[in-house]
């Protein structure tokens, strides 16, 4: 992070505190070095996640603000189970170096997460990833020069912020509705892009229970993003982490992928979220010419991603039933989603609205305009309860009255007490 850098999360005085008796040498330190760093660093962004994950280590903090899958669902003997029988099987390998798109075991197993949303892929096209960051990144590496445009959602994900700025990306954000992304004012965007001779590089889209905003893209616009796509020949990278853990019946809408057959639809998938965040596991899969890029970008980074990880995905696809597990997860987040609906309806002032997800794993909520998250985000800390500040959802610095919270990550008490305490917090705000 430089001095320049704008998040107001990072200097907040909750923030200095927490830091404590380092803070001081850490300038001297900053001072030391900074003719060295490189010019990105001056528009690199640090995530507003990251930083508050600092924070919200303290164990009496009420953390709303993570995006964890709840790792505790996991049963600890399955996992000593499968680990012990890969050791046994297979420790030389799983010990070694990897190729760079992925042990030959696991990519079926991903084909298989891929098919069980109704998409149909070769194994051999799939590139193993080290989680489905890493495909954000790596996309960034191949087509972004400086100042090329990337186009993303309106708030898209606060944890692709950094990789967008550090690439020094110029991003342009479509707003999204009930419905996900604006279609029609991508089309005026890109319109005007065109006038003014510039072509994104590609369009990120988070179609299914988005992060942060927790809407789904309706069918309608899926099909004309696809078409978009197609016509002028721009990619895009739909990033799917939540669209296997869905709380309510319905349709399952198809993904962007299996509307395009991959021709212009870059897809992004990670394990995180349904099995294992630790593990870091995700993969990517891209027309040929662009993913051969990406392997070489990848080898430049990692080499591979961790073999260990890769071979405990095998054999736990080859002996468990992932799909029990997700499941399960989702029987859980569905009952937590309730009562953070419950929570708001019951705490929050009015004026304030929030978004009602069918899946995945957040809730954005939209505060009167003249009220700051970032400001309620240290009041909230003093009650030792915290949340993402929608300025972490944007570059532009848009999102200063809204804010989103987790609701997988704590258990159903913390999360009525954690609404409870960010409700009265902002009704005090609105009182002041
Ligand atoms: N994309 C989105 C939309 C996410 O929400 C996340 C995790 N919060 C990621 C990518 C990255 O996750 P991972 O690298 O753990 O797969």
């Not at 603000?65 to 505790?72: E, I, P, V, W």
């Not at 990337?150 to 944890?159: H, N, S």
């Not at 010419?289 to 990692?302: E, F, L, Y």
């Not at 240290?378 to 809204?402: C, I, T």
Request: net charge negative.
């Amino acid at each position: 992070m430089t001095v320049e850098d704008p998040d107001p999360t990072a200097s907040a005085p909750a923030a200095d505190a927490a830091a404590g008796s380092s803070a001081p040498r850490q300038q001297g330190d900053l001072e030391r070095y900074t003719a060295l760093f490189a010019g990105r660093t001056r528009v690199m962004k640090s995530s507003a996640m990251r930083d508050l994950m600092a924070l919200t280590e303290r164990p009496e903090v009420i953390s709303l603000a993570g995006g964890l899958a709840d790792t505790t669902l996991f049963p600890p003997e399955q996992l000593a189970k499968v680990l012990s029988q890969m050791a046994a099987a297979d420790s030389a390998r799983a010990l070694q170096y990897a190729p760079t798109e992925g042990i030959a075991d696991i990519r079926p197993c991903l084909a298989e997460v891929m098919a069980a949303e109704g998409m149909s892929v070769d194994p051999g096209e799939i590139l193993v990833t080290t989680g489905g960051q890493q495909v954000i990144d790596l996309m960034c590496k191949t087509l972004v020069d400086p100042g090329d445009v990337v186009v993303a959602e309106a708030p898209t994900y606060p944890g692709a912020v950094p990789t967008f700025s550090a690439y020094e990306a110029d991003l342009v954000q479509v707003e999204v509705d009930d419905d996900g992304m604006r279609i029609d004012v991508l089309e005026e965007t890109l319109d005007r892009l065109d006038r003014e001779g510039r072509t994104p590089k590609f369009i990120y889209a988070i179609p299914t229970f988005q992060n942060p905003s927790g809407v789904t893209m309706s069918l309608e616009r899926r099909r004309r993003l696809v078409e978009i796509a197609n016509e002028r020949q721009i990619l895009v990278l739909e990033d799917n982490p939540y669209g296997l853990l869905r709380y309510d019946g319905g349709e399952q809408l198809p993904t962007l992928y299996e509307l395009d057959g991959g021709r212009f639809v870059v897809y992004a998938g990670t394990l995180s979220k349904i099995l294992s965040p630790g593990i870091r596991v995700g993969w990517a899969v891209a027309p040929g010419p662009v993913r051969q890029k990406m392997v070489i970008g990848k080898a430049g980074s990692d080499l591979n991603s961790a073999s260990l990880s890769q071979y405990f995905v095998a054999y736990y696809f080859r002996d468990e039933d992932w799909r029990t597990h997700v499941q399960r997860q989702a029987d859980v987040y569905r009952q937590r989603r309730d009562v953070m609906l419950d929570a708001l309806e019951r705490h929050m002032p009015d004026g304030a609205t929030w978004t009602r997800p069918g899946g995945g794993l957040f809730v954005w909520v939209t505060l009167p305009a003249f009220l700051d998250t970032t400001d309620l985000l240290v009041r909230a800390l003093s009650r030792n309860v915290a949340f993402v500040p929608g300025r972490g959802a944007y570059l532009d610095g848009r999102g200063g009255h809204s804010m989103r919270i987790n609701f997988s990550g704590v258990g159903e008490e913390d999360i009525r007490e954690g609404v409870s305490r960010i409700g009265s917090v902002v009704a005090e705000q609105i009182e002041l």
